[in-house]
């Protein structure tokens, strides 16, 4: 079974760049699959932050989209999360996951989340 | 965006009881909606994904059903594990959204 691990610094500054990666093992990230990043501040539900196919194709939740890259690398078989100009409302629990394959792009493998705290 | 309304935010309830969430988009999704589990400090957990199809090796006291804009969540007997937040997500198109959440409490 596909398994998705997070990775990244736990404290990142005010005006600064997030920067957390997504690896991804028992499986290859070149598949029929869409990756996504989801974040959840502490205490509230979750939003999705946007998703990549293995060919470098992506879509962004357009309230972030101006902040955010994703980016692949099939070499390492990992994905990326880039969020710019980070407040204290970044501050969240992040999570990777693979998306289903079309049609089905609901979220059926998820990382464990790693927390990322701006201050 | 298609927004997602889930009802109720919370809902407390004993071992066996009968629940049923509901789940309203802002437009029709043509049943592509999901619904997951999340415990504290945990993942979510994907129960059903086309507002009906149960998830491999998840429990068949959980159902979905629906169509167009309205979806619903039914677990038929409650036991003690399923006590968590549940949340709805439509995967229609960009953005994918999800609902607020309900907490399922004791």
């Known amino acids: 079974q596909v398994q998705l691990q997070e990775s990244g610094p736990g404290l990142v500054k005010p005006s600064g760049t997030l920067s957390l990666t997504c690896a991804v093992s028992?499986?290859?990230?070149?598949?029929?699959?869409?990756w996504s990043w989801v974040r959840q501040p502490p205490g509230k539900g979750l939003e999705w932050i946007g998703e990549?196919?293995?060919?470098?194709?992506?879509n962004y939740n357009p309230s972030l989209k101006s902040r955010v890259t994703i980016s692949v690398d099939k070499s390492k078989n990992q994905f990326s999360l880039k969020l710019t100009s980070v407040t204290a409302a970044d501050t969240a629990v992040y999570y990777c996951?693979?998306?289903?394959?079309?049609?089905?792009?609901?979220?059926?493998?998820w990382g464990k989340g790693t927390t990322v705290t701006v201050s | 965006d298609i927004q997602m309304t889930q009802s109720p935010s919370s809902l407390s309830a004993s071992v066996g009881d009968r629940v049923t969430i509901t789940c309203r988009a802002s437009?029709?999704?043509?049943?592509?909606l999901a619904w997951y589990q999340q415990k504290p400090g945990k993942a979510p957990k994907l129960l059903l994904y086309?507002?009906?199809r149960l998830e491999s090796g998840v429990p068949s006291r959980f159902s979905g059903s629906g169509s167009g804009t309205d979806y619903t969540l039914t677990i038929s007997s409650l036991q003690p594990e399923d006590f968590a937040t549940y949340y709805c997500?439509?995967?229609?198109?960009?953005?994918?959204?999800f609902g607020q959440g309900t907490k399922l409490e004791i």
């Open positions: 996951a693979r998306d289903g394959s079309s049609p089905y792009y609901y979220m059926d493998v």
């Open positions: 028992s499986g290859s990230i070149i598949s029929s699959n869409w």
């Open positions: 990549i196919y293995h060919s470098g194709s992506t």
């Open positions: 437009q029709g999704i043509s049943n592509s």
């Open positions: 086309a507002a009906s």
């Open positions: 997500q439509q995967y229609s198109g960009t953005p994918y959204t």
